[in-house]
């Protein structure tokens, strides 16, 4: 099973875009945490938000009040709402599925790039 990232793409700076990421077959054990990383060029990679099943939201201080993490358990989706982009969160961005067994799946990632 891999999870399959989409809604990147270019935008301008103060512009929005919303990332969605699913497994592309089934996780049967229960998904713990969601969450979303990037990496920059030249730079390591980051958490940008996490969401757990009992609703515990973690930001990067970057994000907060900017960008907002959600998820629909039943399709064992999480999504990514970004507002006001800035050419600083120019990145690959991608998506990571903890499970309650200790298992942790990666999505193959999702370009940003915000620029004029």
């Known amino acids: 099973v891999q999870l399959q990232a989409s809604g990147g793409g270019l935008v301008q700076p103060g512009g929005s875009l919303r990332l969605s990421c699913a497994p592309s077959?089934?996780?049967?054990?229960?998904?713990?945490?969601m969450s979303w990383y990037r990496q920059a060029p030249g730079k390591q990679r980051e958490l940008v938000a996490s969401?757990?099943?009992?609703?515990?939201?973690n930001y990067a201080d970057s994000v907060r009040s900017r960008f907002t993490i959600s998820r629909d358990d039943a399709k064992s989706t999480v999504f990514l709402q970004m507002n006001s982009l800035q050419p600083e969160d120019t990145a690959t961005y991608y998506c990571?599925?903890?499970?309650?067994?200790?298992?942790?799946?990666w999505g193959q990632g999702t370009l940003v790039t915000v620029s004029s």
């Open positions: 077959g089934t996780i049967i054990a229960i998904i713990n945490t």
């Open positions: 990571k599925m903890a499970t309650v067994l200790g298992d942790d799946y």
């Open positions: 969401l757990t099943r009992s609703g515990r939201l």
